[in-house]
């Protein structure tokens, strides 16, 4: 049983809610964690492990000294170390003052450079590993195409019952068949049509068969957030006809959308042996390009895919590993291109989202199922990373530059700069959060 499924919606409330607070207390908790025990590590003191802020609802101080608590408020957390001042690990003039050097080097602001920088660094770091692990822990779980055009298994849809599970598909349309790429190459090439001639190797013997079009109009997937999920189309609905036009492929469902440009569209859905009419309005958004860059175009948001999954195979945990790494990298790289060209005017700066999109967010992807919730705290930590390292006083990404300065200059910044500067990057912060919070209300 899915454990979010347990809960009544109430309007999307409770379980919004209740996701959004689980998947940031997780993320926080490993990003915290990362400065705790690499700061330990390196011999400096953790005095306070928090997380949430405000009132303290449970609290325990282990055999280091340290006191862990889980506070009221479950929208962040903190570490703060020995010598600093509050969770914002300010200087504790008072405390570092009165202590000797060697006495000062199990404090935040008495270890050495390269200890702070580690310690520093370690929460996006800590980030990026979990988002990594879990990526490579659904890799290992799921398996990975084989090279095959193998059919690992059949999705339901009309007309798919002439293929079976384990059929090793030789030809399509009496084009020969090498591998599972070039099944894929020859699909994306055929004209729509209601059906596909297909020739199979089943237990030895070759079968010539009539089936699906390769790649039909499958929602594979309903993107959380988007016209499909709000208009009530589920994984595995099959789109029959658009506008009263049938369709048979998935490309013909897009341009159907695309001609549209933001009008109502009428979808007639096949849905385990139903037939469902549903009214939806595709949304304009910014979607990455493969080679880099954006395009803005019509969707509804949802995904397809080959009219069967392939046959999978295990993956080794090294190769899972590279998989999830890539992933990763594959991430960050979208999101700092996806910021520039919010930046430059490229793409629409409603991409950008608050804590209410992300809540919501939250609340679809774990409506969706525990495999789904996963994979989005997965992506949610990478960018949680991600953003902690930008240069901005009161960030993580603002203290590196700060340990950066020290190592060039041989000193810190004053006292004096450094509370200017993070009382400008406080600023910035909060300009930055109010924007977003803006763009969750008022943006479509």
Same mark, same amino acid.
């Given at each position: 049983?899915?454990?979010? @499924?347990?809960? %009544?919606? $109430?309007?999307?409330?409770?379980?919004?809610l209740l996701a959004f607070?689980? !998947? =940031? #207390? +997780?993320?926080?908790?490993?990003?915290?964690?990362?400065?705790?025990?690499?700061?330990?590590?390196?011999?400096?003191?953790?005095?306070?492990?928090?997380?949430?802020?405000?009132?303290?609802?449970?609290?325990?101080?282990?055999?280091?000294?340290?006191?862990?608590?889980?506070?009221?408020?479950?929208?962040?957390g903190f570490v703060k170390?020995?010598?600093?001042?509050?969770?914002?690990?300010?200087?504790?003039?008072?405390?570092?003052?009165?202590?000797?050097?060697?006495?000062?080097?199990?404090?935040?602001?008495?270890?050495?450079?390269?200890?702070?920088?580690?310690?520093? @660094?370690?929460? %996006?770091? $800590?980030?990026?590993?979990?988002?990594?692990?879990?990526?490579?822990?659904? !890799? =290992? #779980? +799921?398996?990975?195409?084989?090279?095959?055009?193998?059919?690992?298994?059949?999705?339901?849809?009309?007309?798919?019952?002439?293929?079976?599970?384990?059929?090793?598909?030789?030809?399509?349309?009496?084009?020969?068949?090498?591998?599972?790429?070039?099944?894929?190459?020859?699909?994306?090439?055929?004209?729509?049509?209601?059906?596909?001639?297909?020739?199979?190797?089943?237990?030895?013997?070759?079968?010539?068969?009539?089936?699906?079009?390769?790649?039909?109009?499958r929602a594979d997937q309903?993107?959380?957030?988007?016209?499909?999920?709000?208009?009530?189309?589920?994984?595995?609905?099959?789109?029959?006809?658009?506008?009263?036009?049938?369709?048979?492929?998935?490309?013909?469902?897009?341009?159907?959308?695309?001609?549209?440009?933001?009008?109502?569209?009428?979808?007639?859905?096949?849905?385990?042996?139903?037939?469902?009419?549903?009214?939806?309005?595709?949304?304009?958004?910014?979607?990455?390009?493969?080679?880099?860059?954006?395009?803005?175009?019509?969707?509804?948001?949802?995904?397809?895919?080959?009219?069967?999954?392939?046959?999978?195979?295990?993956?080794?945990?090294?190769?899972?590993?590279?998989?999830?790494?890539?992933?990763?990298?594959?991430?960050?790289?979208?999101?700092?291109?996806?910021?520039?060209?919010?930046?430059?005017?490229?793409?629409?700066?409603?991409?950008?989202?608050?804590?209410?999109?992300?809540?919501?967010?939250?609340?679809?992807?774990?409506?969706?199922?525990?495999?789904?919730?996963?994979?989005?705290?997965?992506?949610?930590?990478?960018?949680?990373?991600?953003?902690?390292?930008?240069?901005?006083?009161?960030?993580?990404?603002?203290?590196?530059?700060?340990?950066?300065?020290?190592?060039?200059?041989?000193?810190?910044?004053?006292?004096?700069?450094?509370?200017?500067?993070?009382?400008?990057?406080?600023?910035?912060?909060?300009?930055?959060?109010?924007?977003?919070?803006?763009?969750?209300?008022?943006?479509?």
């Amino acid at each position: 049983m899915e454990f979010f @499924a347990q809960f %009544p919606d $109430f309007g999307g409330g409770l379980r919004t809610l209740l996701a959004f607070v689980a !998947a =940031l #207390s +997780v993320i926080v908790a490993i990003h915290e964690y990362g400065h705790y025990i690499v700061g330990r590590w390196c011999g400096i003191k953790a005095d306070v492990f928090s997380l949430g802020f405000g009132p303290v609802i449970f609290s325990r101080v282990d055999r280091h000294g340290t006191r862990w608590q889980i506070a009221a408020l479950p929208l962040g957390g903190f570490v703060k170390f020995k010598g600093d001042a509050d969770a914002a690990s300010g200087r504790d003039e008072e405390m570092m003052s009165a202590l000797s050097p060697e006495a000062a080097r199990d404090t935040m602001h008495g270890a050495p450079l390269w200890a702070r920088a580690a310690t520093v @660094a370690a929460g %996006p770091v $800590f980030n990026f590993i979990f988002s990594m692990l879990i990526f490579a822990g659904i !890799a =290992l #779980s +799921v398996g990975i195409a084989t090279d095959e055009a193998r059919i690992g298994e059949i999705k339901p849809m009309p007309g798919a019952e002439s293929l079976q599970e384990g059929d090793l598909i030789t030809a399509l349309n009496g084009r020969p068949v090498a591998d599972l790429r070039e099944f894929a190459t020859l699909a994306t090439e055929l004209p729509p049509a209601p059906s596909a001639d297909y020739s199979v190797e089943r237990a030895g013997r070759i079968f010539q068969l009539t089936g699906p079009f390769p790649f039909p109009p499958r929602a594979d997937q309903v993107n959380p957030d988007s016209p499909a999920q709000e208009a009530g189309l589920r994984a595995g609905d099959v789109i029959l006809a658009v506008n009263g036009a049938a369709i048979s492929s998935f490309t013909e469902l897009r341009d159907y959308v695309a001609a549209a440009e933001g009008s109502q569209v009428a979808l007639q859905l096949w849905r385990d042996g139903a037939v469902l009419d549903v009214v939806l309005t595709p949304k304009r958004m910014d979607v990455p390009r493969a080679e880099g860059g954006f395009e803005t175009r019509w969707l509804i948001g949802v995904t397809g895919g080959l009219v069967f999954v392939p046959e999978t195979r295990s993956a080794g945990p090294l190769e899972a590993l590279q998989m999830s790494a890539s992933q990763v990298g594959t991430i960050i790289k979208t999101s700092l291109s996806g910021m520039w060209h919010m930046v430059t005017g490229a793409i629409s700066s409603c991409n950008l989202r608050g804590p209410l999109g992300i809540a919501q967010s939250s609340g679809n992807a774990a409506a969706q199922g525990s495999f789904t919730f996963i994979w989005f705290i997965g992506m949610l930590s990478t960018a949680v990373g991600l953003m902690n390292l930008f240069p901005v006083p009161v960030l993580d990404g603002g203290h590196l530059v700060f340990h950066a300065w020290e190592a060039v200059t041989g000193k810190p910044p004053s006292e004096r700069a450094l509370r200017g500067l993070m009382a400008a990057g406080l600023t910035i912060l909060l300009s930055l959060m109010i924007f977003a919070l803006s763009n969750d209300l008022f943006c479509p």
